[in-house]
């Protein structure tokens, strides 16, 4: 057998410290990414502390990120229709919304709520394809919705 030949990586390719070159495909528009969280903004304090999710919700909240985690955040918003969404932040209640100032994202235009089962819900800040999640909102409180099963 001949020896492979080790070839310049082609232009956009990432390059492991090994030299071989990885294929990506670059996405511009982070709505077309799969999602991924970050947990280091996770508000343990607070009328959405995440101390208080009991073991089942915790299994709830897995598999959901799970499920979401194999779908794009266009799918995310469009098929979750009314269910994940947005949230203007001055469209929160104003127990979140002095939770915000209190832990200093205040400065923020929305959040993203993103239903789990029945009522709750996980509350972050969207940020390229990551959310950043802060607040588990079980009660669906941090927006009260008027409409039933919300």
Do not use: Y
């Amino acid at each position: 057998m001949g020896k492979r030949r080790k070839g310049k990586p082609t232009p956009g390719a990432l390059v492991r410290d090994t030299g071989k070159a990885v294929r990506t495909e670059e996405v511009t528009d982070s709505m077309q990414q799969c999602p991924s969280w970050q947990v280091g903004t996770v508000d343990l304090d607070g009328p959405f502390d995440w101390r208080r999710i009991t073991r089942d919700e915790a299994v709830q909240v897995q598999a959901r990120l799970s499920c979401l985690e194999t779908m794009t955040w266009t799918e995310i918003l469009v098929e979750g229709n009314r269910r994940n969404h947005f949230i203007q932040t001055n469209r929160l209640a104003p127990q979140a919304r002095k939770r915000l100032s209190d832990i200093r994202q205040d400065d923020i235009d929305h959040v993203m709520s993103l239903a789990v089962k029945g009522k709750a819900r996980i509350l972050g800040i969207l940020s390229n394809a990551v959310l950043r999640v802060l607040w588990w909102d079980p009660e669906h409180q941090a927006c009260p919705s008027p409409l039933r099963r919300t």
